[in-house]
C-alpha cells in the first residue's frame, strides 16, 4: 500500500475535473508535482506542491496559486484516506492522513510481509556493471565499495521489478595483464630456486603472487625457463589471470557479492570463433558517418606524455554531447581503450539491455561523457547509460590511517578488512554514504556497540523487535502473533504519539523504495532504516520510564497485541531493508 501514490492519483483526478469544468488549460498534464513527507513532520503526513507547481500555467481560471491550492484541498478533504488538508504560505498544500490509512499501511506490512514496498513488476532488463577490477592484484577497499555499491543496486532494482543481470568486466587485454605476467615469471623463477632479488620496478611485488609462481613451476617445471618470452608470456599471461580472477571471486564470496556474467575484454578481438567485435563497432559507426580522420586540439594544461600531434582515426562523440572528439586507434594501430569499451557496451545492446548501469571508480570521471555518447551514438538514443563514480574509501583505525599490507604491498586488502570486522558492517557502511561521497572507513567504529555506530544501531533495532516477543511469550504464554492474528487486531489502540511516528515512517517504505530505484540509489534505503531504527528506540526508550508505553503490558491483553502488531510490521520493514542491502538482520545482538 503506498499512501503517497494514493495522494498523487486523487491530486490528478482533481486536476482533471478542473480541466473539464474549464478552469484550468486542458493542455497540461499533471505529472511534475511532487508527493512527499514534509520537511517538518507537524506540518502532516504529505505535502505536494501541486499549486506551486503550476502557477504561471493557472489562468484564466485562477489568480493564484493558492486560490488554485485551496479548490484543490476542497477536493481533496473528501478523499478517505484524508483527515485534514489545508495551505501554507502561497499554496503549499498539506495533508494529514487518516488513522485508518496508517493502520491500512500496518496491516499491509504484516499480510505482505517481505514483499511490502514492492511494486508492481516490469520485467524490465537491466545490465547492473560493477566491480570490474583489473586482474591483476587482490581486491583493495576502494573496490569494495563498487562491489557493495553494485550489488546493492541489483537487489534493490530486482525488488522493485526490474530483470537484473550482475555483469563483471575483466579488463584482461591491456599492458598491465602484461605486466602481471612479467611479475608472475619472475615468482616462477623464484619458485624455482633462483634468487631474484629486490622486485623491479614497474612490476608487482605482492606475495600474493608467490602462489601462482608456485604452480606455473609445478605445471611446467623448467619448460617456460627455456622459452624466448614471446612464447612464455601468453602462456603466463592467461595462467596469472585465472589465478587472480579465481582470487577476485573468492575476495567477492567473502562479501556476499555474486555475479551473472563475467565478460572478458580479450574475447572481444581474441575470440578465435567470433569476428572482431571492436572492428564491427567501428565499421558500424563509420557506416552512419560518426568516424574520420582528423588531429584533436592538444589537451589543457601540461601535456600528457604520450600525447601526440597527429591525424587519427576519431569518433565523432561531439555530436552526442561530449567536449572533443575521442580517438579509437593507437599510434601502434592497436584499439584504445575507449574502442574496447565501445564494443562491449553494443554487445550489451544487441544482448537486449536498453538500460544499462555501470559502476566505475571515482577516477574514471573524466570518462563518462565520452562512454554516454558512444552509447546515445550506437542505439539512436534509444539505450540509457547511467554511470556511477564510487568516491575513495580511507581506511582509518581510531582516526588514525591505516598502512600497507605486506599481503599486497601496496594497500590493505577487502578481504583483510572483511576478516577483521565482518562482512555487515562493510557492506552498512560502504551504503550509509551517498556514492559520490568520500568515505572515512574507520576500521575500530564499525564494531563499537554504540549508537554512533549505524550498522550496530540498526540491527539493534531489529533484535529489539525480536526481544519484544520474547517479552510477550513470557507474560502471555498464549498470545497469538501470527502476522494473520496481529494483522486482525485492534489497530486504533496503536495511537500514542510517538506509535503514530513508526507509523508514518513506515508508510514511507513504498515511496522510499520506488524513489531509490528510479534514480540508482541504494544509500536511501540505508538512510530509511536508520531513521526507522532512531524512532523505534526512542520510543523503547520512553517506556523504560514510562512502563504504560511498553509494548508488552501485562495488565492489558488486547492492547499488547495491537502494540505487538507494530512492532512486527517495524521488525518486516527493517528485515526487507537489511537484506536489500546485504546485511544480517540478527535476533540478539551479544
Not at 228 to 256: G, H, S, T
Not at 383 to 405: A, H, T
Request: charged share 25%; hydrophobic share 45%.
Amino acid at each position: 500500500m503506498n499512501v503517497f501514490d494514493e495522494i498523487a492519483l486523487a491530486l490528478t483526478s482533481a486536476f482533471a475535473a478542473l480541466q473539464q469544468e474549464g478552469r484550468l488549460d486542458g493542455a497540461l498534464t499533471p505529472d511534475r508535482f511532487s508527493v512527499e513527507p514534509p520537511r517538518d513532520a507537524s506540518h502532516g503526513d504529505i505535502a505536494t506542491n501541486i499549486a506551486m507547481v503550476y502557477a504561471r500555467d493557472l489562468a484564466p481560471g485562477f489568480t493564484s496559486p493558492r486560490q488554485f491550492a485551496t479548490e484543490i484541498v476542497t477536493r481533496l478533504g473528501q478523499h478517505p484516506l484524508v483527515a485534514k488538508v489545508d495551505v501554507a504560505g502561497p499554496g503549499f498544500i498539506n495533508i494529514r492522513l487518516q488513522h485508518a490509512a496508517l493502520a491500512g499501511v500496518l496491516r499491509a506490512a504484516l499480510q505482505q510481509k517481505s514483499r511490502f514496498g514492492r511494486p508492481p513488476a516490469h520485467h524490465q532488463p537491466v545490465n547492473v556493471e560493477y566491480v570490474s577490477a583489473n586482474p591483476t592484484g587482490p581486491m583493495h577497499v576502494g573496490h569494495g565499495r563498487g562491489a557493495v555499491f553494485g550489488d546493492a543496486l541489483a537487489a534493490l532494482l530486482e525488488f522493485a521489478g526490474a530483470r537484473v543481470t550482475r555483469e563483471f568486466y575483466i579488463n584482461d587485454a591491456g599492458a598491465q595483464v602484461d605486466v602481471l605476467a612479467r611479475s608472475a615469471f619472475l615468482r616462477y623463477r623464484e619458485a624455482r630456486g633462483e634468487t631474484i632479488g629486490a622486485i623491479p620496478e614497474g612490476l608487482y611485488p605482492g606475495d600474493y603472487l608467490k602462489a601462482i609462481g608456485a604452480q606455473l613451476a609445478r605445471d611446467h617445471g623448467d619448460a617456460l625457463a627455456a622459452m624466448p618470452e614471446k612464447q612464455w608470456l601468453p602462456l603466463v599471461r592467461q595462467a596469472a589471470i585465472d589465478a587472480m580472477m579465481a582470487l577476485i571471486r573468492d575476495d567477492l564470496a567473502a562479501l556476499n557479492i555474486r555475479h551473472d556474467v563475467f565478460f572478458s575484454e580479450a574475447s572481444l578481438t581474441r575470440n578465435a570463433s567470433a569476428a572482431d567485435q571492436v572492428r564491427a563497432a567501428i565499421d558500424a559507426l563509420q557506416a552512419r558517418g560518426l568516424i574520420y580522420q582528423g588531429t584533436l586540439p592538444p589537451p589543457k594544461g601540461a601535456l600528457p606524455d604520450d600525447w601526440e600531434d597527429r591525424e587519427q582515426t576519431l569518433f565523432r562523440s561531439t555530436q552526442f554531447g561530449d567536449d572533443v572528439d575521442r580517438a579509437l586507434m593507437k599510434s601502434d594501430g592497436s584499439y584504445t581503450y575507449f574502442a574496447s569499451d565501445i564494443a562491449y557496451h553494443a554487445d550489451k545492446l544487441k544482448r537486449g539491455f536498453s538500460t544499462m548501469i555501470d559502476i566505475w571508480g571515482a577516477d574514471h570521471g573524466g570518462y563518462v561523457k565520452r562512454m554516454k555518447a558512444a552509447v546515445a551514438a550506437l542505439s539512436d538514443g534509444k539505450g540509457e547509460l547511467d554511470i556511477k563514480l564510487c568516491q575513495l574509501v580511507k581506511l582509518m583505525r581510531d582516526g588514525e590511517p591505516v598502512k600497507m599490507s605486506k599481503r599486497s604491498g601496496e594497500f590493505v586488502t577487502l578481504r583483510e578488512v572483511v576478516d577483521e570486522v565482518g562482512v555487515d558492517a562493510v557492506r552498512f557502511m560502504m551504503l550509509f554514504r551517498k556514492n559520490d561521497a568520500p568515505l572515512d572507513f574507520d576500521l575500530a567504529k564499525v564494531i563499537e556497540k554504540s549508537r554512533e555506530n549505524p550498522v550496530f544501531y540498526v540491527q539493534y533495532a531489529f533484535a529489539r523487535t525480536q526481544s519484544a516477543f520474547r517479552q510477550a511469550a513470557q507474560v502471555f504464554p498464549d498470545l497469538n502473533v501470527a502476522p494473520e492474528a496481529l494483522a486482525a487486531s485492534d489497530l486504533d489502540l496503536v495511537n500514542h504519539p510517538a506509535e503514530l511516528e513508526l507509523l508514518r515512517i513506515m508508510a514511507q517504505f513504498p515511496r522510499l523504495i520506488d524513489q531509490a530505484a528510479r534514480a540508482h540509489e541504494p544509500h536511501r534505503v540505508a538512510f530509511y532504516l536508520h531513521d526507522l531504527a532512531s524512532a523505534l528506540h526512542s520510543h523503547w526508550t520512553a517506556g523504560k520510564d514510562m512502563p504504560h508505553l511498553r509494548f508488552v503490558n501485562e495488565e492489558n491483553r488486547q492492547l499488547t497485541q495491537s502494540r505487538l502488531a507494530l512492532v512486527a510490521g517495524v521488525a518486516e520493514i527493517l528485515r526487507t531493508g537489511l537484506a536489500l542491502l546485504g546485511v544480517g538482520a540478527p535476533d540478539e545482538m551479544r
